[in-house]
């Protein structure tokens, strides 16, 4: 017994002796953009390089080292998507303690970080682009990206879910700087919008990007779950139109060691409704249509980083998607004592069914040399989408003397896409003000169409077309940084060529053509808080299969959508202005640009010639002539009091365009190509307003205009609504309950009007007013370091028109 007491003594007097020639460092971690503090960053003690000790912040961003030996010492501080803090310390017999406090700055190019959400969103303008930090105010606005999409400013999604920027559908949109084999409409419509962690618009892409893309990019940037241990988040919602839709999502996380595992998945269905009319005004015949579509879809995605040691990580994960969709469109066309006409009624009932499936793989290695941000990055990706489609056709003709007849007939649409990419990305800060980037890129795609059709009017019952293209690329930017001038310079050479193929040979087209996208940035910083940036780049957008396949996407007995295989890329020239202040509550952002572009690509509307008496009509693309385009933006962000925040945004758009359409005229019974030149302007507004009741309630009120667009071949009328929601967190902000009332007065609308090939007018509607309610959890340990990939791009037009 007196052995361990003397033994605890002499244990209890060392420790004394080393508490009393030791020393304490401690110190608070912010972000330098906002002075927010950064929780579970990495803080590092070393001696001579080698680590002694070192610990991860708290929440509030403070961390304590105790027990340090009395010394010299360096520290460094890291977390993820932040340039590293490298600084010393002095402790000594006359300062025992040291306290540092210290602002990291961002990274230019975006990591993926940490799933932590934000009560409200941000914007940021960044050397080359714009990126929204999406908060729980957007989460709330509905299930899906596609439809909290319409809350962001300057973009836009029409009434089949497509995308377009700035007025412009010619977009590419990424999800965490990928491309994805599956249409954008449909993808955006699967992913939940609490998987969401920013929204980047890359609205003038540097040279380091695929030059796909008039109006730029729009890239997801989806959370990646990187904590320790077991942890995850699930979310699920119930959203009320005509019928309840449904949608959940599950995350998973399982770190151990060097490896992390990491998979997820989610689900969406039910059925939406859609329902429209288009009346032709020189002939007193109304076409009405109700459509129906029966959605449901899967996607999971597995995979796992294993670090190798401290400067080589390799990633592995597969990405797979599943849906089937039923669509029933009834169409019902009424003949009102039309001339030289017998007919008195059409009723067609079509139905689409079938399944699509595409499954990515994607292989990844990343070294990270000895200096600061020197790293290279090697890519493999695999993509492979199945879609098969099976159609039937019920029409019904009804003549003005009660005779009628009956046609019966199925369509089979078999389609597959291959898509292989190799990258290879290299970063080299050649010291604290350059930095040299350099990459190869090569892209494959391989597609092939089937068609079948019992359409006995059909002059090819039977069709197989084929579209491939081989790209590959290499480009090299170059950047200095100073005290308030930067710069970036950059080239992509591009090898593109296209091979298309219908029913092996009966129809052909080529093309091969080597090309040079240049880029050019420069930043001027008027002081902290007030930046000016000039940048210019050449942009491309390629004819895709959906635009080039002529074959049937859709058809009623009046309107037909097919493809043009003779489509030529369009080539744009695109500079741009952008203004960005930082306010003590807030921020400011503007910009305006200027764009010249060469044989741009859209839609066009013009009569069967095929046939002529029938009053039908062919919806199809074509090449405009040389357009130019202009416009503004602006954004702001503000927190008026403590419980009340705003975040107005505008934006126009003027290109003048010029075209060919077809005009109708009733006395010779000819269509007449007609040259076009006119200015087509387009202005958006929005309007974010968050209110916090208290630490657990908030609401929030949304309002929406998209002003009239008269354009080359029709006029778009406005469309407008109002949106209300609140949200309530409880369990330590775990959990999030989110309610919302979309479009409280029933406006949102989608009419229009033309004369081109014949004056008619029509409108849409859908599901617009509806109630989302939706549920968020978390859990989660504290947070690692994994793998950052390099983002990619997509090549293709993805635009197949659509009419649903």
């Known amino acids: 017994m007196k052995l361990k007491f003397l033994l605890f003594a002499l244990l209890g007097v060392m420790a004394t002796a080393q508490a009393q020639n030791s020393g304490t460092v401690s110190g608070k971690i912010t972000e330098k953009s906002n002075n927010a503090p950064i929780s579970y960053a990495t803080v590092s003690i070393k001696d001579n ?22 010394k010299n010492y360096t520290i460094e501080i890291q977390y993820i998507g932040f340039r590293k803090y490298i600084g010393s310390v002095l402790l000594s017999d006359n300062k025992k303690e040291a306290s540092v406090k210290v602002a990291l700055e961002e990274e230019a190019t975006q990591l993926k970080g940490v799933n932590i959400v934000a009560e409200r969103s941000t914007i940021e303008q960044k050397i080359d682009r714009k990126v929204v930090n999406v908060g729980k105010d957007l989460t709330t606005a509905g299930a899906s990206a596609s439809d909290i999409m319409n809350n962001i400013p300057s973009v836009n999604v029409d009434q089949d879910g497509k995308l377009s920027l700035r007025g412009n559908d010619n977009v590419r949109v990424l999800i965490d700087g990928r491309p994805s084999n ?49 942890n995850g988040t699930y979310s699920g919602g119930i959203t009320f139109g005509e019928t309840a839709k449904y949608n959940q999502s599950l995350d998973l996380n399982y770190k151990t060691g060097k490896v992390n595992f ?7 269905f039910g059925t939406y409704f859609n329902d429209g009319h288009i009346v032709r005004l020189d002939q007193d015949i109304v076409q009405n249509l109700d459509i129906k579509n029966d959605n449901d879809s899967y996607l999971y995605k597995i995979g796992m980083d294993y670090l190798i040691d401290d400067h080589n990580t390799l990633s592995f994960y597969t990405n797979q998607n599943k849906s089937t969709g039923k669509g029933f469109v009834d169409t019902n066309i009424d003949y009102n004592n039309v001339l030289d006409s017998d007919i008195a009624n059409i009723f067609q009932k079509s139905r689409y069914w079938g399944p699509e499936t595409t499954g990515t793989y994607n292989l990844a290695y990343k070294h990270i040399f000895k200096k600061e941000g020197h790293t290279l990055d090697i890519e493999g990706n695999y993509s492979d989408t199945k879609e098969i489609q099976n159609a039937s056709f019920d029409t019904e003709i009804t003549n003005i003397d009660n005779t009628s007849n009956r046609t019966i007939y199925d369509d089979y649409i078999n389609g597959t896409r291959k898509l292989s990419t190799v990258n290879v990305d290299y970063v080299n800060p050649l010291n604290e003000k350059t930095t040299l980037e350099a990459g190869a890129e090569a892209r494959i795609t391989r597609t092939d169409n ?16 084929t579209y491939d293209t081989d790209i590959y ?30 029913n092996k040979g009966f129809e052909k087209f080529d093309d091969d053509y080597i ?63 952008n203004y960005t202040k930082t306010l003590e509550k807030g921020s400011f952002t503007a910009g305006v640009f200027v764009r010249s572009i060469n044989d741009q690509i859209n839609r066009i509307l013009y009569p069967d010639d095929k046939e002529p008496n029938s009053n039908k009509q062919i919806m199809s693309f074509t090449n405009y002539d040389n357009n130019t385009a202009y416009g503004f933006e602006a954004s702001f962000n503000y927190k008026i009091t403590k419980w009340w925040d705003i975040s107005p945004s505008i934006d126009f758009s003027s290109i003048n365009q010029q075209g060919i359409v077809f005009l109708y005229d009733p006395t010779t019974k000819l269509s007449t190509p007609i040259e076009r030149k006119i200015t087509v302007a387009a202005f958006n507004g929005r309007m974010n307003s968050n209110f916090k009741a208290n630490k657990r309630l908030s609401f929030l009120l949304f309002g929406f205009y998209r002003g009239a667009v008269d ?91 659509g009419m649903f």
């Open 262 to 268: 990491f998979g997820n998945a989610g689900q969406n």
């Open 450 to 465: 089937i068609y079948n059709t019992g359409n006995p009017l059909a002059e090819l019952p039977s069709s197989n077309y």
């Open 49 to 70: 390089g080698k680590v002694v000790s070192g610990v991860n912040t708290d929440d509030n961003g403070d961390f304590v080292i105790k027990n340090l030996a009395l």
């Open 711 to 801: 354009g080359l071949q029709n006029n778009s009328h406005e469309m407008y609504k109002m949106d209300i929601g609140s949200r309530y967190t409880l369990l330590d902000n775990k959990m999030n309950i989110s309610l919302r009332f979309n479009d409280v007065f029933n406006t949102m609308k989608y009419a229009f009007d033309t004369m081109y090939p014949y004056p008619q007018a029509g409108q849409f509607s859908w599901e617009s007013q509806t109630v989302y309610l939706g549920l968020t959890y978390n859990f989660g340990g504290a947070k690692i370091k994994n793998l950052q990939r390099k983002q990619r791009e997509d090549n293709t037009n993805k635009d197949g028109g």
């Open 515 to 577: 090309t040079l996208y240049p880029s050019a940035y420069l930043t001027y910083n008027l002081n902290e808080k007030n930046t000016l940036q000039l940048s210019y780049s050449r942009r491309v957008d390629r004819p895709s299969l959906e635009q080039t396949k002529p074959i049937r996407e859709f058809s009623t007995p009046l309107v037909t959508s097919l493809g043009n295989p003779e489509l030529r890329p369009q080539f744009t020239n695109s500079v741009e202005v």
């Open 182 to 230: 599956i249409d954008p409409a449909q993808l955006l419509k699967q992913i939940p919008s609490t998987s969401i962690k920013k929204i980047e618009l890359i609205t003038n892409p540097s040279a380091k990007y695929n030059p796909e893309g008039m109006s730029g990019i729009i890239n997801i940037i989806l959370h990646k779950n990187a904590n320790t241990g077991f």
């Open 473 to 502: 690329s290499a480009y090299v930017t170059f950047g200095q940084k100073f005290k308030k001038f930067s710069y970036q310079l950059g080239a992509r050479f591009e090898s593109y060529k296209v091979a298309a193929n219908l």
